[in-house]
C-alpha cells in the first residue's frame, strides 16, 4: 500500500481540500447512529473529531502510521472531552479486531492505497466487525484510473514566508489503453519555497488504485453488503 501522504503537508492541505466537503456530505448518513464506530485511516484525526461531534457513539480511529497516530492524540489531547470517547488503533485493517462489532465504518480518502487483492480481503474482515444492517461509507471516484499526464501543481498554501506547494503527475496508468485498468503509477512533489528558492523537497513515488464500479460493486456484494444511497463522492452500503 502506497501513502502518499508527506505529513507537514497533511493539515494544511486536507482541511482546504476534501475535508470541508465530507464534513457536509456525512453527518446524515450517521444521523442513527449512537453506539459506535470504526474509522480506517484516521490520519491526523481531522474527521475522527467531527464524527465525536456529530454522533454520541463510542469511535475507534485505525491508523498504521505512527506519525498520523502522534497528531491524532495531540489533536485529542486539545479535546479532553473525547479522550474517554475515542480509541486509536495502530495497525492494519485487515487486522483489527473488535470486542464487539460496531454501527458503522468510515473510510475517507483510503481507497487509492488498496490493491485489489489487498481489498478482497478487506471487505469480509469488515463485514465480521459490522453488525448486521450495520452501515459501511466510504469515498470513491468513478472511471477506473485516471490517464498519464504531467507533473502540475494541485495547491499552494503560504505560511508565514514560506510556500507549500504539491505537485503530482501520472506516470503509467492501465486506463491510458483504452482498458478498464484500476493502476496507475503517480508522483507526488512536496516543496516549501522561500522567495522563489527550495528549501525543502519531498518525493514520492507509487502505484494507485481507482476499481471501477462493476469490480467494486461484484466485491462488496460478494462480501454480503446492500448498497444504499449516498451524495455524490461517497458510497453507503449495509451489511445484510
Known amino acids: 500500500m502506497t501513502d502518499f501522504i508527506s505529513l507537514p503537508f497533511y493539515d494544511l492541505f486536507h482541511e482546504n481540500g476534501h475535508v470541508p466537503e465530507i464534513r ?3 453527518p446524515p448518513l450517521l444521523a442513527g447512529v449512537r453506539r459506535s464506530i470504526l474509522e ?3 490520519g491526523t484525526g ?8 456529530w454522533t454520541p457513539a463510542e469511535i475507534f480511529a485505525l491508523e498504521p502510521s505512527a506519525g498520523m497516530r502522534a497528531v491524532l492524540l495531540s489533536r485529542l489531547g486539545a479535546r479532553p472531552e473525547l479522550l474517554e470517547r ?5 495497525g492494519d485493517a485487515l487486522s483489527v479486531a473488535l470486542d464487539e462489532p460496531v454501527e458503522a465504518m468510515v ?6 492505497a488498496m490493491e485489489s487483492g489487498y481489498r478482497k480481503r478487506l471487505w469480509p474482515v469488515l463485514a465480521a466487525q459490522l453488525e448486521p444492517g450495520g452501515l459501511l461509507v466510504f469515498t470513491w471516484r468513478a472511471g477506473g484510473a485516471p490517464p498519464v499526464r504531467p507533473l502540475k501543481e494541485l495547491e499552494s498554501r503560504q505560511v508565514g514566508r514560506h510556500t507549500y506547494t504539491v505537485s503530482s503527475e501520472i506516470l503509467e496508468s492501465e486506463g491510458s489503453e483504452g482498458a478498464e485498468g484500476e493502476v496507475c503509477t503517480a508522483r507526488y512533489l512536496y ?5 522563489g528558492k527550495v ?5 514520492i513515488v507509487g502505484h494507485a488504485y481507482r476499481p471501477v464500479w462493476e469490480t467494486l460493486e461484484g466485491e462488496l456484494v460478494g462480501a454480503g453488503f446492500v448498497q ?9 452500503w449495509r451489511l445484510a
Not at 86 to 90: A, C, F, G, N, S
Not at 228 to 236: F, I, M, R, V
Open 40 to 42: 480506517i485511516g484516521a
Open 191 to 195: 516543496q516549501i519555497t522561500q522567495d
Open 107 to 112: 473510510m475517507i480518502n483510503v481507497m487509492y
Open 199 to 203: 528549501i525543502s523537497e519531498e518525493e
Open 228 to 236: 444504499t444511497d449516498a451524495p455524490e463522492g461517497l458510497l453507503a
Open 24 to 26: 457536509k456530505k456525512l
Open 46 to 53: 481531522l474527521i475522527t473529531t467531527s464524527l465525536a461531534d
Open 86 to 90: 475515542v480509541t486509536v488503533l495502530p
